[in-house]
């Protein structure tokens, strides 16, 4: 939100763009999607306007409708005398140019919004706008309820009301839309769940903003467009493209390092070393033949032994091992996680932690800072807080800010994982990965996405690329899987099972794929 004020006031004040111009192409923006998705002349419309800048813009739109030859009542919800500036002039512009103008200021003037409700085609809602701060009550959230009762097309001015611009969650009541215009770059409210979903479809307008504002350094968040892929010559062989080695498992958890381990050769890896107890290797080989087993000492328990350190290390030597995921399904063995701890500092490749690997730092997170290579961290909400002493609240709450502040810290790049998963660098930079689907919400779907990321190191991305291609590619396979069989009972293995095809996507079609997932810039 910050980074919005700034794109308005770097425009008023360094290009001319002032607010009037802002408003207006704002509104046209919005009347501009209306007219291509259901067109206007003939349709009757509500537009309900708040009293601050928002309201504004939808008055531009209801202007627009009705001199288009829509039919439009507006409905200013609050006093209009809180109105200033632009949106002052497009209140008074409303009130002289015909268009039905009504003030909702308490219960009495429901029937006559509900009444209209019925009678239009479609709904603007121009109520609050993205600086909402506080649970919305009273007659604004009677009049939410009713335009979400109507069942009516809703078109939301730059968020749906209710929404907040800076965490996407639910202020008390929020308008259900099937279309967002939003102005300048999508805000955060916009693509965070539930206010993505509450979005509908969303349509991004530069509404005048010069290219150099909205590509400024000083913007820190992005949504995640993955690299390129890179080159596979046709000559290649099993080493040239990338050898992992990872150290999982233990009994009773034979998904995780069959997971982490075959995903890797699934999303275009060519080597890939598992390194497990030695009692669980016949469970996982008998589903993962083309892995290769490296039998490891274990405890009474069956995980890895502390013992098994200076092997692990020398084995990463010996045979020249390109990225290393240390682990999933390790267990909470004292020995095992003491294990991940002493390996964790002295790995000299890039390393994947993830699972019960980042149990193990979360004692002692320190670890991680002094690494000179880098480092990947893929916790979920819980992992996340258990790293940072925090609690999942406190991380849910402020899903960016907290992925930026663990990769900050932990000198790592981090995968923040749920619905639209966060990647954040170390450098302070984030990104809001856009594909997934909730069937991906399973056991080992984690799993798969660590194996993805270490293929994307082994095709040869280099680490930060790696992240961002590898989580876009497992929510991919996910979305692919999803599109064959539903998202009610999708598993790891189906995820891992549709990796190729995710890949060869990426490969065939790289900026289609990518669009797909992205905002419709009009």
Same mark, same amino acid.
């Given at each position: 939100?910050?980074?919005?004020?700034?794109?308005?006031?770097?425009?008023?004040?360094?290009?001319?763009?002032?607010?009037?111009?802002?408003?207006?192409?704002?509104?046209?923006?919005?009347?501009?999607?209306?007219?291509?998705?259901?067109?206007?002349?003939?349709?009757?419309?509500?537009?309900?306007?708040?009293?601050?800048?928002?309201?504004?813009?939808?008055?531009?739109?209801?202007?627009?409708?009705?001199?288009?030859?829509?039919?439009?009542?507006?409905?200013?919800?609050?006093?209009?005398?809180?109105?200033?500036?632009?949106?002052?002039?497009?209140?008074?512009?409303?009130?002289?140019?015909?268009?039905?103008?009504?003030?909702?200021?308490?219960?009495?003037?429901?029937?006559?919004?509900?009444?209209?409700?019925?009678?239009?085609?479609?709904?603007?809602?121009?109520?609050?706008?993205? #600086?909402?701060?506080?649970?919305?009550?009273?007659?604004? &959230? @009677? $009049? !939410?309820?009713? =335009?979400? +009762?109507?069942?009516?097309? *809703?078109?939301?001015?730059?968020?749906?009301?209710?929404?907040?611009?800076?965490?996407?969650?639910?202020?008390?009541?929020?308008?259900?839309?099937?279309?967002?215009?939003?102005?300048?770059?999508?805000?955060?409210?916009?693509?965070?769940?539930?206010?993505?979903?509450?979005?509908?479809?969303?349509?991004?307008?530069?509404?005048?903003?010069?290219?150099?504002?909205?590509?400024?350094?000083?913007?820190?968040?992005?949504?995640?467009?993955?690299?390129?892929?890179?080159?596979?010559?046709?000559?290649?062989?099993?080493?040239?493209?990338?050898?992992?080695?990872?150290?999982?498992?233990?009994?009773?958890?034979?998904?995780?390092?069959?997971?982490?381990?075959?995903?890797?050769?699934?999303? #275009?890896?060519?080597?890939?070393?598992?390194?497990?107890? &030695? @009692? $669980? !290797?016949?469970? =996982?080989? +008998?589903?993962?033949?083309? *892995?290769?087993?490296?039998?490891?000492?274990?405890?009474?328990?069956?995980?890895?032994?502390?013992?098994?350190?200076?092997?692990?290390?020398?084995?990463?030597?010996?045979?020249?091992?390109?990225?290393?995921?240390?682990?999933?399904?390790?267990?909470?063995?004292?020995?095992?996680?003491?294990?991940?701890?002493?390996?964790?500092?002295?790995?000299?490749?890039?390393?994947?932690?993830?699972?019960?690997?980042?149990?193990?730092?979360?004692?002692?997170?320190?670890?991680?800072?002094?690494?000179?290579?880098?480092?990947?961290?893929?916790?979920?909400?819980?992992?996340?807080?258990?790293?940072?002493?925090?609690?999942?609240?406190?991380?849910?709450?402020?899903?960016?800010?907290?992925?930026?502040?663990?990769?900050?810290?932990?000198?790592?790049?981090?995968?923040?994982?749920?619905?639209?998963?966060?990647?954040?660098?170390?450098?302070?930079?984030?990104?809001?990965?856009?594909?997934?689907?909730?069937?991906?919400?399973?056991?080992?779907?984690?799993?798969?996405?660590?194996?993805?990321?270490?293929?994307?190191?082994?095709?040869?991305?280099?680490?930060?690329?790696?992240?961002?291609?590898?989580?876009?590619?497992?929510?991919?396979?996910?979305?692919?899987?999803?599109?064959?069989?539903?998202?009610?009972?999708?598993?790891?293995?189906?995820?891992?099972?549709?990796?190729?095809?995710?890949?060869?996507?990426?490969?065939?079609?790289?900026?289609?794929?990518?669009?797909?997932?992205?905002?419709?810039?009009?």
């Amino acid at each position: 939100m910050e980074q919005m004020r700034g794109l308005d006031s770097a425009a008023a004040g360094k290009y001319g763009v002032d607010h009037h111009l802002l408003m207006e192409n704002a509104g046209h923006s919005v009347y501009y999607v209306i007219l291509r998705e259901m067109g206007v002349r003939g349709r009757r419309f509500v537009v309900v306007a708040g009293v601050g800048n928002n309201g504004g813009d939808a008055l531009v739109v209801a202007r627009k409708l009705h001199s288009s030859g829509g039919s439009v009542r507006a409905f200013v919800v609050g006093d209009p005398s809180g109105y200033a500036g632009p949106a002052l002039q497009n209140y008074e512009i409303a009130s002289k140019i015909g268009i039905k103008l009504s003030t909702i200021s308490g219960e009495a003037q429901l029937e006559e919004l509900r009444s209209s409700l019925a009678w239009c085609d479609a709904v603007v809602d121009g109520l609050f706008g993205t #600086g909402l701060s506080r649970d919305i009550s009273g007659i604004h &959230r @009677s $009049v !939410i309820e009713e =335009i979400n +009762a109507a069942g009516r097309t *809703v078109f939301s001015v730059d968020i749906p009301s209710g929404i907040g611009g800076n965490d996407g969650r639910i202020y008390g009541a929020a308008v259900r839309a099937t279309y967002t215009v939003t102005f300048g770059l999508p805000k955060l409210g916009n693509i965070l769940y539930p206010g993505y979903y509450y979005g509908g479809k969303l349509f991004v307008s530069h509404i005048s903003f010069p290219p150099e504002l909205q590509d400024s350094p000083d913007i820190r968040t992005e949504l995640n467009e993955p690299p390129e892929l890179p080159w596979r010559p046709p000559w290649g062989h099993k080493g040239t493209f990338g050898k992992l080695l990872a150290v999982a498992g233990a009994r009773n958890y034979y998904g995780a390092p069959y997971f982490s381990s075959l995903s890797f050769l699934k999303a #275009g890896g060519g080597y890939s070393r598992l390194a497990a107890p &030695r @009692s $669980v !290797i016949p469970f =996982i080989a +008998a589903r993962a033949s083309e *892995v290769v087993y490296l039998p490891m000492d274990e405890t009474d328990s069956g995980a890895l032994a502390s013992s098994n350190a200076a092997r692990v290390l020398e084995l990463i030597d010996q045979h020249e091992i390109d990225v290393v995921v240390l682990g999933p399904g390790i267990s909470l063995d004292q020995e095992a996680q003491s294990l991940t701890r002493t390996l964790a500092p002295k790995v000299e490749r890039p390393l994947i932690l993830d699972g019960d690997g980042l149990t193990a730092i979360s004692s002692d997170p320190s670890v991680l800072r002094s690494r000179e290579k880098p480092t990947v961290l893929t916790p979920h909400p819980g992992e996340m807080a258990r790293l940072l002493g925090t609690s999942v609240g406190e991380v849910e709450s402020n899903r960016v800010e907290t992925a930026r502040r663990a990769a900050k810290e932990l000198n790592s790049y981090v995968v923040l994982k749920g619905a639209h998963s966060i990647i954040a660098y170390p450098d302070g930079r984030a990104f809001i990965n856009m594909s997934g689907n909730s069937g991906m919400g399973t056991a080992g779907s984690g799993d798969v996405l660590t194996g993805t990321i270490a293929a994307m190191i082994g095709l040869g991305l280099d680490v930060g690329d790696a992240v961002r291609a590898g989580v876009f590619i497992h929510g991919l396979s996910g979305d692919l899987a999803a599109a064959a069989k539903g998202e009610d009972g999708i598993t790891a293995e189906d995820v891992l099972q549709w990796l190729p095809a995710a890949t060869k996507a990426m490969r065939e079609d790289h900026d289609g794929t990518v669009r797909r997932y992205m905002p419709e810039v009009i």
